[in-house]
């Protein structure tokens, strides 16, 4: 396996983010984070298991789905930022007790 891969998802499934989100995230952009595809809930599935199964799933798959190692684990590492970011947000607007 090329070490850059091993290394990029590794900072995936470590939480280590490879980019930061700008502006805070909209509403919109939020919601649009909740919804997944059902090849998007797979990868999800697949990354949870650990870095072998993603990359099996992603060559298995690789000739219906056109899905790429370091691409995936980047839109993998994009999601999990702007999900973290909605987290915060939500929080931010939740009424403070007391």
Do not use: F
């Not at 998802?9 to 983010?17: T, Y």
């Amino acid at each position: 396996m090329n070490r850059s891969i091993i290394v990029a998802a590794l900072a995936v499934l470590s939480g280590a983010p490879l980019c930061v989100h700008a502006a805070a995230p909209s509403a919109a952009e939020c919601e649009r984070s909740a919804s997944l595809t059902h090849v998007q809930r797979q990868v999800v599935d697949k990354a949870a298991q650990g870095i072998r199964p993603l990359v099996l799933y992603i060559h298995r798959t690789r000739m219906i789905h056109q899905l790429d190692v370091m691409e995936t684990i980047a839109w993998l590492d994009e999601r999990r930022e702007l999900r973290r970011a909605c987290a915060e947000r939500v929080g931010q607007l939740a009424p403070s007790g007391g």
